[in-house]
């Protein structure tokens, strides 16, 4: 099954600066994704993005808002129609008019199955948090203490390990890397510092 979009375009940019609210988002979240864990790996994003924007970009409230919307909305479809991951949230959003870059952002989450590539910081952004995010959450979760204490050098040590959350891809994790210019230390900690109270 090819995740495969087919397009390079999305939204209409008459809609830039079409954002939704907060509390329409995690309404669409709760009634398309019943999987709380789920759930909370879009939350974790959308809190890593978030900060990410305001600190590292020195993004307005209107630009963070963006980037957060795109962390919470990114796996929107993925519980519901698998097979069509991506696919529907990016038409849903489209339907409801929302900022054009959001939906690109979405889009971009993982070029090698969408196949849309990430142009700007916030696309190239989402990929490198998204299995990042996942798979520190996993690091966490194994701990008696779970994110107190937490190092970046135990996470590096895990990510060696083929076995140990197996599903993420260290393939998808270096490619992301490789495009940005901040180290994987680096995202690892601001992921251990910015998700760590989302619940
Ligand atoms: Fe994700």
């Given at each position: 099954?090819?995740?495969?979009?087919?397009?390079?375009?999305?939204?209409?940019?008459?809609?830039?600066?079409?954002?939704?609210?907060?509390?329409?988002?995690?309404?669409?979240?709760?009634?398309?994704?019943?999987?709380?864990?789920?759930?909370?790996?879009?939350?974790?994003?959308?809190?890593?993005?978030?900060?990410?924007?305001?600190?590292?970009?020195?993004a307005?409230?209107?630009?963070?808002?963006?980037?957060?919307?795109?962390?919470?909305?990114?796996?929107?479809?993925?519980?519901?129609?698998?097979?069509?991951?991506?696919?529907?949230?990016?038409?849903?959003?489209?339907?409801?008019?929302?900022?054009?870059?959001?939906?690109?952002?979405?889009?971009?989450?993982?070029?090698?199955?969408?196949?849309?590539?990430?142009?700007?910081?916030?696309?190239?952004?989402?990929?490198?948090?998204?299995?990042?995010?996942?798979?520190?959450?996993?690091?966490?979760?194994i701990?008696?203490?779970?994110?107190?204490?937490?190092?970046?050098?135990?996470?590096?040590k895990?990510?060696?390990?083929?076995?140990?959350?197996?599903?993420?891809?260290?393939?998808?994790?270096?490619?992301?890397?490789?495009?940005?210019?901040?180290?994987?230390?680096?995202?690892?900690?601001?992921?251990?510092?910015?998700?760590?109270?989302?619940?």
């Open positions: 099954m090819s995740h495969k979009l087919d397009r390079s375009s999305f939204g209409d940019p008459a809609n830039a600066g079409n954002l939704m609210t907060i509390e329409e988002a995690s309404a669409l979240l709760n009634e398309w994704v019943p999987n709380e864990k789920l759930r909370l790996h879009m939350k974790q994003v959308a809190a890593v993005m978030k900060a990410w924007a305001i600190e590292k970009e020195n307005d409230e209107q630009t963070a808002l963006k980037w957060e919307l795109a962390g919470l909305l990114h796996d929107a479809d993925w519980e519901k129609y698998p097979d069509d991951h991506c696919r529907i949230i990016i038409e849903e959003l489209e339907k409801r008019n929302i900022d054009p870059d959001i939906i690109h952002c979405i889009a971009s989450h993982g070029p090698g199955y969408f196949g849309v590539e990430p142009n700007n910081n916030m696309d190239k952004m989402i990929y490198a948090f998204d299995e990042l995010s996942g798979f520190v959450h996993a690091a966490a979760l701990r008696p203490t779970r994110y107190e204490g937490l190092e970046v050098k135990s996470v590096l895990r990510l060696k390990s083929p076995a140990f959350a197996a599903q993420v891809s260290r393939e998808d994790i270096n490619d992301a890397i490789s495009r940005i210019n901040i180290s994987l230390e680096e995202i690892i900690q601001f992921i251990i510092d910015h998700q760590k109270d989302v619940n």
